[in-house]
């Protein structure tokens, strides 16, 4: 593949089943979107459907569309749309709220259902990756503390540790399907038995998985799971996230934040919480409409195509940017960070580099934009819904001359955000 | 008042000095919307920012928007606007999650301050009204089971009970400034100084009360509060709530949903967390950005006014309401429940009727737009930014007509929404 050129690349889109799904979006002319890993693309019709949310069903239907326009009944609506993507069933998940209230939920949940069944002789340990996007990590400290019965986290630093790190004093099993920082795949299938034979629960977060590789929650018999809809799945700039708890824990579930939403009779108005038992037990309090209906403009797209072929796409893509970047940027201290196995892939590649911050500044100035996380990692995002193959050759040739040619300033520090 | 026909009616509207206010709204033509209690109408800027949003701040900015199109910061800039609405400073109030989500921050930040402050013998008693909204006082349960330290809520009936049920037992009282169902609104000075009095905490709900009422936090000397921008703030559909905590509990500020948005350094992702010093401590997760921005679109709209003036035509529209209901319907069973008195009525009025729901769904279909809630109760919204002294009228004109002929179906009930 090394020995592609640019003429190979343009050959490559002109025969790619999925070319034409890039019509779906609206991508600004001359630029390589390579970080819809961070937020996700504009589907062409978000506009047209921002303005009927507002216009009319806002502005003309006022309160009377939380029924005509179905505003109520659309985290749940969605969350049946969104479910194949994921191998869950319908009336399995909802989108509401954000990924971190989310986990929130699910952890309190998993943790709930151990303490009941292991009444006796509780278990206290929460099992994750130090290298988790750091919201897991801080939702999980916030509960352990908040419970204040001895819940302890149990973080390991790589992947390899985690076998050995679920012993049978683990509670629950927190994990990213895909690591945000280095794109890493975990065993789904594997770690859940590993988990379960140990009689672990586990939360799956699939921030960086959903519509992004193929994800069967149910085939896994996985216990509940979290995500985010604005990367993969295009949903816009913040929206709602997911929730999905499997069937089998649906009857125990429950978690503090017991909002009116996840009420059996939620306009009843009744003066005791009563537990819908249904995924609506889930939900908690009303939901932004404006930003959910935009997430089924991203979900539509998913249903002109299926994961395994944009599985297909996205390895190819990541398989020619890796050999790309290690063939025309040989020499340039470049350290591919994402593992070179399909198997433990997601659908982004990260390379390390000395002035990782420098560089990557110097390739979004030239309309190449990645993002970059400490310490000096240069993400790439892959989205076999828009991206094309001659993309990955144009974002290489603009880093081999930045790299070249020094063209970025060694000196620039990430900046402090705060 | 009572003697007022119609004619009087458009000449206060001439002579009202609040009236080109109207002309910031799309109002559909032929309405007469009562129901900004519960979702406030459409700003006419609103359609615009939603366009901007979608096609040019994601659509074209896509990731970089984050930091150009000030996203990052539009929770705390928009807490900004609204700040004065509610008599609090800048740095005070953020615009985010849920007013539920929001709820269970500030009341899990109050349980915290309270047993740190008593750890030697601490109160385990939470106050509220039964008739509060249901979803606090489901938070309230849900909080309480979860901490699992022997919390309890005290419910009262009546606001006339309150004072007595706020004693030295009490840990945190969490009322609502202006009660959804009756527009009973309660003396928060006065109720906040006996909490105080008896070392209890405060947590505010101004669901109906921000942008409704005058509220000063600061000068009633209030510990928390929270509240919704889609009623009299006129936000969209679901619009991201508000929590404000006053400067002097921000140092202990302490709730369990410590999301990255809440660290001292989000985007350091470092592996502990670390909460941030100002009110981002209150913030969670990813805020969905469409619903957000749309927020300042209704809030704008207070610049060109204030909340005296407001208060003022507020009580006149409801007096209005109040008197021609009882002269032009007089015989029909009508019951006032709202306070008749100007210091405890918010900007609502309720009549209960025996065929409430029937009568409310003639009147809707009518084109008069209020809403109903159990037992009985119709309920009436006034928002003075867009409503006329005419639109009062003719919706008594209305009502009157459907009880004389008794247009009404008796026999239909209200529908279980599930």
């Given at each position: ?51 009927e949310v507002v216009a009319q069903e806002w502005g003309e239907g006022l309160i009377r569309s939380?029924?005509?326009a179905?505003w ?217 409409m404006v930003?959910?209906a ?125």
């Open positions: 593949m090394g020995t592609l050129n640019r003429d190979d690349c343009l050959q490559l889109d002109q025969n790619d089943p999925l070319a034409t799904l890039r019509n779906e979006f609206s991508i600004p002319s001359g630029l390589i979107y390579l970080d819809g890993n961070s937020l996700g693309a504009q589907p062409r019709t978000a506009a047209t459907r921002a303005q939380w029924n005509t179905g109520f009944d659309l985290p749940l609506r969605l969350g049946d749309k969104l479910a194949p993507l994921i191998g869950a069933g319908a009336g399995e998940v909802v989108i509401s709220d954000s990924t971190s209230i989310n986990l929130f939920k699910a952890l309190a949940a998993a943790v709930h259902s151990q303490a009941t069944r292991q009444a006796t002789s509780p278990r206290r340990i929460i099992v994750t990756e130090a290298s988790n996007f750091p919201t897991d990590v801080y939702i999980a400290q916030g509960l352990s503390t908040w419970l204040d019965r001895g819940y302890q986290l149990r973080l390991v630093n790589t992947p390899d540790e985690l076998a050995a790190a679920i012993d049978d004093d683990v509670a629950v099993v927190m994990l990213t399907h895909v690591n945000y920082r280095t794109g890493h795949m975990l065993d789904m299938a594997g770690l859940t038995e590993l988990a379960h034979a140990n009689q672990a629960l586990v939360v799956w977060d699939l921030a960086h998985s959903a519509g992004a590789v193929p994800v069967d929650l149910t085939a896994a018999n996985a216990d509940y799971a979290v995500g985010c809809t604005y990367k993969y799945l295009n949903g816009g700039p913040g929206a709602p996230a997911f929730i999905w708890v499997a069937p089998r824990h649906l009857p125990a579930f429950r978690h503090p934040l017991s909002g009116w939403w996840s009420h059996a009779q939620p306009f009843a108005m009744l003066p005791e919480y009563q537990r819908h038992s249904g995924i609506r037990a889930a939900l908690c309090g009303t939901q932004p930003s959910m935009l997430v089924e403009c991203g979900l539509d797209i998913f249903a002109q195509t299926d994961m395994a072929a944009l599985r297909r796409k996205s390895l190819a893509l990541t398989d020619l940017f890796i050999s790309l970047v290690e063939t025309m940027c040989v020499g340039h201290g470049l350290q591919l960070v994402t593992p070179r196995c399909h198997e433990q892939r997601g659908s982004q590649v990260s390379f390390s580099h000395p002035h990782g911050y420098a560089v990557m500044r110097a390739l979004i100035e030239q309309g190449v934009i990645g993002d970059y996380r400490d310490p000096g990692i240069m993400r790439f995002g892959f989205t076999p819904l828009y991206l094309r193959y001659v993309d990955v050759w144009d974002a290489v040739l603009a880093l081999k001359r930045i790299l070249d040619e020094s063209a970025y300033d060694a000196q620039v520090q990430p900046e402090a955000v705060t």
